[in-house]
């Protein structure tokens, strides 16, 4: 059921309840984000180790993200999302026990990881298909701005604290309050009404699972704005993931940053994060859409290579933090639009093709740039990860379906 248009997404009383159980989650998954990857690579001191934190949460994500969105468009999503959220509590507690008892070890955190990761698939499911019933379509862009930047500015604190509490407590701190988090959340979205869909029904049968997974996939290669959209996606992420997990070695061993100043890092992206988020939000719809993503692409693509030059660790952060609001106002944009485009009643299936064909890159560009940063250097596996964002930018923006999108 599509909801009456509404003046401001948070003039619904549900959205308002829904966004603090969003924001509840993401701050923990702020939390989690910096706290796993620094206790691995203070485990093992390997590039590629870390990296295998990034892949523990990206693939099981990726494979059950089609799972997810066929769960989305036929059982009760608000029961199905407090269930994730009671699942990942669970994982985080036992993470905290087993580190605290001194019996915590890097498979055991990737096995923690993969869990907390399959239950997201499900989740973001539920979330990306309930937007419609709460705010109309006409809302959509709006209300996942907010979502976006709910996100962003919880990773622009929990990071930098996440940061401090590893150097002073060690991560047991951070691995309780990711606890804590999940648990408010599920507190807050049960106070939400039926996220939909209009009648729940059962989960799906194996060969309803299948069926849904070739209908979302159809609907995905059969728009062309969707299908240029998704390519450039899966490249994007294989060198901007790459990038991204090897962030820690390359700040420690060519900045010689400590985890505090690795934490404020990661606050300053999310700041950018938020900017982007922001302008996402208010440019909503002003401008044709294609266009608008074509000049996100160029900036993004611009302001990223003078990392590969900063003096130090801050001048580098600041352009981090610039590539951060460019890359999350295209993020926003691109699934506004999604929800506008896609028919309500396939968003669960189409996402979840969307989710798992942009992020099949993400384990190849994670291991390749780990490995180069392991045998050459994390200064070189920035700099091959920089300049193939660019070159694939610059394709991206020369295609008609993605440059005369007008939807």
Same mark, same amino acid.
């Given at each position: ?11 619904s009383p549900p959205f308002v309840r829904y966004f603090l ?15 796993? !990857?620094?206790?691995?690579? %203070? ?21 059950? =993200? ?32 087993? @580190?605290?008892? %001194? %019996? ?18 499900? @989740? ?48 047991? !701190?951070?691995?309780?309050?990711? =606890? ?23 989960? !799906? ?7 849904? &997974? ?18 450039? =996606? ?11 997990a090897i962030l820690i070695p390359f700040l420690k061993r060519d900045f010689a940053a400590t985890d505090a ?26 401008? !044709? ?25 801050? &001048? ?9 609001? =460019? ?41 390749? @740039?780990?490995?180069?940063?392991? %045998? ?32």
């Open positions: 059921m599509n909801a009456p248009p509404v003046r401001g997404v948070f003039a159980g969003q924001s509840f989650s993401y701050v923990g998954d702020g939390l989690r984000t910096i706290a796993l !990857p620094l206790l691995v690579f %203070h485990l093992t001191g390997s590039a590629l180790s870390t990296g295998g934190a990034f892949i523990a949460e990206i693939v099981p994500f990726a494979l059950l =993200a089609v799972v997810g969105g066929s769960f989305a468009d036929r059982v009760d999503r608000r029961a199905m999302m407090i269930a994730c959220d009671a699942l990942r509590c669970l994982a985080m507690i036992a993470l905290a026990i087993l @580190f605290a008892t %001194h %019996h915590l070890t890097v498979a055991l955190v990737y096995a923690g990881l993969a869990t907390i990761s399959a239950c997201a698939a499900f @989740f973001m499911g539920g979330q990306s298909s309930s937007l419609p019933s709460l705010v109309g379509k006409e809302n959509t862009t709006l209300a996942m701005s907010a979502l976006v930047g709910a996100e962003s500015t919880s990773n622009l604190i929990a990071p930098a604290l996440g940061g401090m509490l590893f150097t002073v407590f060690g991560p047991l !701190p951070a691995l309780m309050a990711n =606890a804590a988090t999940y648990l408010a959340s599920q507190i807050s979205l049960s106070g939400v009404p039926a996220l939909g869909p209009e009648k729940p029904g059962r989960p !799906p049968t194996l060969r309803e699972l299948i069926a849904d &997974v070739r209908l979302g996939f159809r609907t995905l290669f059969g728009d062309a704005g969707m299908r240029a959209q998704a390519l450039a =996606a899966l490249s994007l992420n294989t060198l901007g993931f790459g990038g991204y100043q690795v934490g404020i890092f990661f606050s300053m992206s999310a700041a950018g994060a938020v900017i982007g988020s922001v302008l996402a939000g208010r440019i909503n719809r002003r401008w !044709p859409f294609g266009k608008m993503l074509a000049i996100a692409y160029a900036i993004d693509a611009v302001i990223f290579t003078p990392i590969l030059v900063a003096p130090n660790i801050w &001048v580098a952060a600041s352009f981090w933090m610039l590539a951060s609001a =460019a890359s999350t106002f295209e993020v926003s944009q691109i699934l506004g639009w999604r929800l506008r485009v896609i028919p309500e009643a396939l968003v669960g299936r189409t996402f979840g093709a969307v989710r798992l064909f942009v992020l099949l890159g993400i384990a190849p560009g994670v291991l390749g @740039f780990g490995w180069i940063a392991d %045998h050459v250097s994390p200064y070189a596996a920035m700099c091959a990860s920089a300049l193939g964002f660019v070159l694939i930018a610059g394709i991206a923006i020369a295609s008609p379906a993605i440059r005369n999108e007008a939807r």
